[in-house]
């Protein structure tokens, strides 16, 4: 087995099946529809809604652990929860709440957590964001600290950042950030999955393989993990919003022991591809990477 053909493989064992794309459109239909019927009297289960997150900018990697819908609520909405005193935010969340709480048996288990309202179902949750969209494209999002604020959010910025370094890059973009959530998954790293597809975007636009085939796979997740290492204690800018976030380095540790196994695992992939093997399943997961021929 060679590099390009093991790489293949990982990655068609996280895609998300036909199944998992068609269970996260009927759950959205299925919250959309409620809050279309309630505050617009409609039976559409898409209108004023989008995916956004992973599902979103097509980044998305199985099993799912949920999907963001934002749903754009009428302005009339925004005025009637303006002529309110106290936490104006957490009150529009927990009407949404009893709302989708109505229209569920599984009532007592829908949460509102700014900036979204979380509806279990068997398989994945859907994680609801309510929200008003601006004159700009951009929304407002509901924060309840503080006394209860909102939060300015580019949903279509984060889309595009993704989409023009994929197109750029010829797929490595997309196949990075899931390969590199598998990762974050397996080995319970802490770290944002938007700081993992802000950080590949970055890493990706200078790398001297940009654009190759998967032959490169090896040497694109041994690289990323080391350019990220020197993002300790760095900063990333959220797309749209210009908002300036802080990485920290909690993620540090496991970012460098990754990287340690990655080396060793390219050095391998010419002589003995089963060690190699071996070195991948530990970032990666032995249900996910191939080990051997």
Same mark, same amino acid.
Request: aromatic share 12%.
């Given at each position: 087995?060679?590099?390009?053909?093991?790489?293949?493989?990982?990655?068609?064992?996280?895609?998300?099946?036909?199944?998992?794309?068609?269970?996260?459109?009927?759950?959205?239909?299925?919250?959309?529809?409620?809050?279309?019927?309630?505050?617009?009297?409609?039976?559409?289960?898409?209108?004023?809604?989008?995916?956004?997150?992973?599902?979103?900018?097509?980044?998305?990697?199985?099993?799912?652990?949920?999907?963001?819908?934002?749903?754009?609520?009428?302005?009339?909405?925004?005025? $009637?929860?303006?002529?309110?005193?106290?936490?104006?935010?957490?009150?529009?969340?927990?009407?949404?709440?009893?709302?989708?709480?109505?229209?569920?048996?599984?009532?007592?288990?829908?949460?509102?957590?700014?900036?979204?309202?979380? /509806?279990?179902?068997?398989?994945?949750?859907?994680?609801?964001?309510?929200?008003?969209?601006?004159?700009?494209?951009?929304?407002?999002?509901?924060?309840?600290?503080?006394?209860?604020?909102?939060? *300015?959010?580019?949903?279509?910025?984060?889309?595009?950042?993704?989409?023009?370094?994929?197109?750029?890059?010829?797929?490595?973009?997309?196949?990075?950030?899931?390969?590199?959530?598998?990762?974050?998954?397996?080995?319970? /790293?802490?770290?944002?999955?938007?700081?993992?597809?802000?950080?590949?975007?970055?890493?990706?636009?200078?790398?001297?393989?940009?654009?190759?085939? $998967?032959?490169?796979?090896?040497?694109? /997740? $041994?690289?990323?993990?080391?350019?990220?290492?020197?993002?300790?204690?760095?900063?990333?800018? @959220?797309?749209? *919003?210009?908002?300036?976030?802080?990485?920290?380095?909690?993620?540090?540790?496991? @970012?460098?022991?990754?990287?340690?196994?990655? /080396?060793? @695992?390219?050095?391998?992939?010419?002589?003995?591809?089963?060690?190699?093997?071996?070195?991948?399943?530990?970032?990666?997961?032995?249900?996910?990477?191939?080990?051997?021929?």
């Amino acid at each position: 087995m060679g590099v390009a053909e093991r790489f293949q493989k990982f990655h068609n064992n996280i895609l998300l099946t036909e199944k998992q794309l068609q269970d996260g459109s009927d759950r959205r239909q299925s919250v959309v529809r409620v809050l279309n019927k309630h505050y617009l009297g409609t039976s559409s289960g898409t209108d004023n809604s989008l995916f956004v997150g992973s599902r979103g900018k097509f980044t998305s990697i199985g099993p799912p652990r949920d999907v963001d819908v934002l749903y754009a609520m009428p302005y009339s909405v925004y005025e $009637r929860f303006e002529g309110r005193t106290g936490n104006k935010q957490s009150a529009l969340l927990q009407e949404v709440k009893n709302v989708l709480q109505a229209a569920y048996a599984t009532t007592s288990y829908i949460k509102g957590d700014g900036p979204v309202v979380k /509806v279990p179902f068997t398989s994945f949750n859907v994680e609801l964001i309510p929200a008003f969209k601006l004159d700009s494209g951009r929304y407002w999002v509901c924060s309840t600290k503080g006394g209860g604020s909102y939060e *300015t959010a580019d949903y279509i910025a984060e889309h595009n950042a993704v989409k023009e370094s994929n197109d750029d890059t010829k797929g490595q973009t997309r196949e990075l950030v899931r390969m590199m959530k598998k990762w974050q998954e397996y080995c319970a /790293v802490p770290i944002k999955s938007f700081w993992i597809e802000l950080v590949a975007i970055e890493f990706l636009r200078g790398w001297e393989h940009k654009g190759k085939t $998967r032959l490169y796979h090896d040497f694109m /997740v $041994r690289d990323f993990l080391a350019y990220l290492k020197g993002k300790r204690f760095g900063f990333l800018i @959220a797309p749209g *919003t210009g908002e300036l976030m802080s990485l920290g380095d909690a993620w540090y540790t496991k @970012a460098e022991s990754a990287h340690g196994r990655a /080396v060793k @695992a390219c050095l391998l992939e010419g002589s003995d591809v089963g060690a190699a093997g071996d070195e991948w399943q530990k970032i990666f997961g032995t249900a996910n990477m191939p080990r051997i021929p």
